[in-house]
């Protein structure tokens, strides 16, 4: 049921929007970097929010709106961390990559018509960026911010004989499913920028420990705290323009889903600490819901995936950090 709910939802999107999944457009206020090396951008601000230590039960629906747990439920223990206080914006996007790939511009809904009030699009979540865009864009933030670079790629796949964190030496993003991308691997010891893990994004989503119970992140009223399909007007919002979960954290249900690190893999009850999800597969999960969807799809506890070469125009990302 997941991978039709997947599929569905990016033909319906691809229909409201008319966009190629593959499709890149670099179109923007301004066009590239204007010739300049991506080392030689400024590194953005990104605001970070400690997360935890403490346990939760991964999958259990929280508060009074809810839709049923996904199951089976586990008690994880989790190490403390940062995550960004919101998703990663077209403006953070650009300072690091000098493009701008998401379909909307702040004046446009998703069947391209124009629509008030105007948006600044700097701080409109990026969105129609796939998973390995996202990794890429977490070492190249890193290495601008002085911080070791979280992953490494093999410099060939199989048999590889070295492994690089410099994204200028890994070539072309893919635009399909990639054997030697999809054996990126964390750096041991690297303190980057990197995607959460589904148990992190979820612990910080329910507010850390001893979360209040909450059905969406931040409250039981779905208005408060998501742009989802009965209120977005069908385009994405900027960030933080609605109410923050207990940690001061913005956005988690709705506006766009947030790839995380995990293949998709089914859950287990067995007690976890620090759980890193499946060890392959060949979709990633994705976390929170979007502006296309309803409540059930924007619930802390809801999951889905994707192929890591997905672009839609309801797919974005926000990044974490080791304490």
Not at 73 to 89: E, H, K, Q
Not at 170 to 186: D, F, H, L, M
Not at 261 to 274: E, F, I, L, R
Not at 284 to 302: D, K, M, Q
Request: aromatic fraction near 12%; charged fraction near 15%; include cysteine.
């Amino acid at each position: 049921m997941k991978r039709v709910v997947n599929v569905l939802g990016g033909i319906i999107l691809a229909a409201l929007i008319g966009l190629s999944v593959t499709a890149c457009d670099t179109g923007g206020p301004t066009s590239g970097n204007g010739g300049s090396s991506w080392r030689d951008l400024s590194p953005p601000p990104i605001e970070m929010v400690r997360v935890g230590p403490g346990e939760f039960y991964l999958g259990r629906e929280e508060g009074t709106a809810g839709f049923g747990n996904v199951t089976p439920i586990s008690r994880v223990t989790m190490s403390g961390f940062y995550i960004g206080r919101y998703p990663v914006t077209q403006g953070q996007w650009y300072a690091v990559m000098g493009t701008w790939p998401s379909f909307f511009t702040g004046t446009n809904n998703s069947g391209n018509t124009t629509v008030t009030p105007t948006l600044n699009r700097n701080n409109l979540p990026v969105e129609r960026v796939n998973w390995y865009e996202a990794i890429v864009f977490s070492n190249r933030l890193s290495i601008l911010r002085g911080l070791s670079p979280a992953y490494e790629l093999p410099n060939q796949w199989p048999n590889p004989t070295s492994w690089s964190t410099n994204p200028d030496t890994w070539g072309a993003v893919p635009t399909s499913s990639n054997a030697r991308w999809n054996n990126v691997r964390i750096r041991s010891g690297s303190t980057g920028y990197r995607l959460p893990t589904e148990a992190q994004w979820e612990f910080a989503a329910k507010g850390g420990p001893l979360g209040c119970a909450y059905t969406f992140s931040g409250s039981n009223d779905i208005n408060a705290v998501a742009w989802h399909w009965g209120n977005s007007g069908s385009r994405t919002r900027e960030v933080g323009g609605l109410q923050a979960n207990r940690l001061g954290i913005h956005d988690m249900s709705g506006n766009v889903w947030e790839w995380v690190w995990d293949w998709w893999g089914p859950y287990t009850a067995v007690d976890k600490t620090d759980p890193v999800g499946a060890s392959s597969g060949s979709l990633r999960v994705l976390r929170g819901g979007s502006w296309l969807l309803s409540a059930n799809g924007v619930r802390s506890v809801h999951r889905d995936s994707g192929t890591p070469d997905n672009r839609f125009g309801n797919f974005g990302f926000r990044v974490a950090r080791p304490l």
